[in-house]
């Protein structure tokens, strides 16, 4: 912890004293409480208050003190700190540079930092806007940075390369040595500049299984999961008393429907392989049989693992009321029974089906024409083919999952695209099991090209497109017995 930083207590986070006479310390989702302060502790953390004091000010407090009584209310500003309960302003010589903010309790204040090592902004940090804000993050470690001047994006951008503290205030023109170690001790800490070896090699590249993490993928996991920022996880309702819940299915595109088959499942459940056999037998298959695959047998996929099998609405009980909400199971899991997938049926190869891009409609078991151009589904056939490594004359049906996005983020906050992945894994599986049953030929693919499928369907990219693609055709003849 810098002496020159300046500790308080962020917005939001109050200081009272209750009954017993212990110091409470709270903020929307934490709090700590200090027992049996002594009256030098209750002067520190009323100087905690805004604008907050920097630790040689608030150790004046305790002159004539014993150290005990010093040590145990610094470890009190820690935990404070790793409950996201104060926060940390580097200052410069015209005022607050940048304001450090804990988002976990993992956060070491004590990282060690070298005034005379070179550093480098590390490939994880990110520069970006909450609300009037600009604000420093990382996956890296729980913290993020306010930049409360704009000159310090002159030191981030002098920091892309190697420096030294000397050589940015040579470069920046306004840091004097201090407030240069102050600012980059406070950057060293929330993991958003690396130490740099002799070499010039980052030693974060040090570690080799963060070498292998591209940065949107560590951004992605680390944000979905608890345990290194403090923004809210889960399902949040933030949307409810804004928006309506959107439908819990999609309003059908015009057109001449194709009634699909429905199978009769008694007849299925006393026929089908069993479970162990199907699993055990379940693989990816790139291969087609001469004849392709029916409209029966796609019929009959699709009401074993996607028909809406039941509607109801239900109240949602929430902080400040409550809000009705519909629902439509289909016989695979999903997130909060929400049901954000769609199947795009894109043919090329089906008996009893014309060639072109469908919608399969779940509630009533049917496909809805979505587009015939023959342009856009030869992209999306052959995006698809090169995938899978299949010529593309081979490709008879291509299932196209997209999500309505909208029914996911209305409930769910943090995690949203997270859930929707998982929806998509759980679908596949389904498919893959009833494939295998049906001995058809499946192979779930693990890319597609969204902006391809959003404008061969006129969809909205943010509101409606594909996050899931699946591979479906006639086993070969020499599988198929």
């Known amino acids: 912890m810098n002496s020159s930083w300046v500790i308080a207590l962020p917005a939001g986070v109050t200081a009272l004293t209750d009954e017993q006479g212990r110091v409470l310390v709270a903020g929307w989702d934490a709090g700590l409480a200090l027992r049996n302060p002594t009256s030098a502790m209750l002067a520190a953390v009323e100087h905690l208050s805004y604008p907050g004091a920097t630790l040689p000010e608030l150790t004046r ?11 145990r209310f610094l470890r009190f500003v820690r935990r404070l700190a790793g409950l996201g309960l104060a926060c940390f302003t580097c200052l410069g010589d015209d005022g607050a540079l ?35 804000l600009l604000v420093l993050e990382t996956p890296l470690g729980p913290a993020r940075v306010t930049i409360e001047d704009s000159r310090v994006l002159i ?113 299925l459940a006393e026929g089908d392989p069993t479970l162990t056999a199907v699993c055990e037998s379940r693989r990816s298959v790139r291969e087609y049989g001469r004849r392709p695959i029916t409209a029966e047998q796609l019929g009959e996929l699709l009401y074993r693992t996607a028909r809406v099998t039941s509607q109801y609405d239900a109240d949602i009980e929430l902080m400040d009321g409550s809000v009705r909400m519909g629902f ?79 029914r996911i983020n209305w409930k769910y906050s943090g995690i949203a695209y997270s859930v929707i992945l998982k929806d998509v894994g759980v679908l596949m599986q389904s498919i893959y099991l009833a494939a295998t049953a049906m001995k058809l030929a499946p192979c779930a693919l693990g890319l597609g090209n969204s902006d391809l499928f959003a404008n061969a369907i006129g969809s909205d990219y943010y509101a409606e497109t594909s996050v899931g693609e699946f591979l479906l055709g006639s086993l070969p003849e020499h599988e198929s017995s």
């Open 328 to 406: 439509a199971p289909r016989p695979y899991p999903c997130a909060g029974a929400l049901y954000e997938l769609e199947i795009y049926p894109v043919i090329q190869q089906c008996g009893g089906i014309a060639p072109g891009i469908y919608h399969h409609d779940p509630l009533n078991h049917a496909l809805t024409p979505v587009s015939a151009d023959r342009r856009s589904l030869d992209e999306l056939i052959s995006c698809a083919a090169s995938r899978a490594y299949v010529p593309c004359e081979k490709v008879q049906v291509l299932l196209v999952f997209a999500a309505r996005f909208s």
């Open 61 to 71: 407090h305790f002159q004539h003190r014993s150290p005990g009584e010093l040590s």
């Open 98 to 132: 940048a304001t450090l903010e804990p988002t976990a309790p993992s956060l070491d204040l004590s990282e060690s930092f070298s005034p005379e090592s070179s550093y480098r902004l590390s490939r994880f940090a990110y520069l970006h806007r909450i609300g009037d």
């Open 155 to 267: 030191v981030l951008a002098e920091l892309r390369t190697p420096s030294t503290i000397d050589k940015l205030c040579d470069r920046t023109g306004f840091l004097s040595t201090e407030s240069a170690t102050s600012l980059i001790s406070l950057l060293a800490i929330a993991r958003m500049i690396t130490h740099v070896t002799p070499d010039g090699l980052p030693v974060e590249d040090d570690n080799a299984s963060l070498r292998q993490w591209e940065f949107h993928d560590l951004l992605f996991h680390a944000r979905s999961r608890l345990g290194r920022h403090g923004d809210e996880n889960g399902a949040m309702y933030h949307w409810a008393g804004v928006a309506d819940p959107p439908p819990p299915v999609r309003p059908n595109y015009p057109g001449e429907a194709v009634s699909l088959f429905r199978p009769d499942l008694e007849r």
